[in-house]
Nanobody, 122 residues
Framework: QVQLVESGGGLVQAGGSLRLSCVASGQTFSSYAMGWFRQAPGKDREFVGTISKRGGRTYYADSVKGRSTIRRDNAKNTVYLQMNSLKPEDTAVYYC???????????????WGQGTQVTVSS
């Protein structure tokens, strides 16, 4: 089992930045590729980006590419999502997730956090 806890969400003005964190516990963090997803009210869950086990590979959704960076610190069991130039349409609950194999297109993750709310005001 892997437990994931996100933090760092909040209210930010359009054009601002946030850094979300996701701390993992329970299993060897470096054994898992990590993903970030988001879900806005009334919408399906949307892929944001993913990072490989050692952090050497990342992949982003077109909607956030160029504005967001995912990195991980395996010594701290933490994955980060840095989001810049935020837009009101970025408003959503953001979730981190873990899966054993890196697959940049997958929504199939084994473990999910509870999410953290990001609200971007115009």
């Amino acid at each position: 089992q892997v437990q994931l806890v996100e933090s760092g969400g909040g209210l930010v003005q359009a054009g601002g930045s946030l850094r979300l964190s996701c701390v993992a516990s329970g299993q060897t963090f470096s054994s898992y590729a990590m993903g970030w997803f988001r879900q806005a009210p009334g919408k399906d869950r949307e892929f944001v980006g993913t990072i490989s086990k050692r952090g050497g590979r990342t992949y982003y959704a077109d909607s956030v590419k160029g504005r967001s960076t995912i990195r991980r610190d395996n010594a701290k069991n933490t994955v980060y999502l840095q989001m810049n130039s935020l837009k009101p349409e970025d408003t959503a609950v953001y979730y981190c997730a873990a899966r054993y194999d890196y697959d940049r297109g997958s929504y199939e993750y084994d473990y999910w956090g509870q999410g953290t709310q990001v609200t971007v005001s115009s």
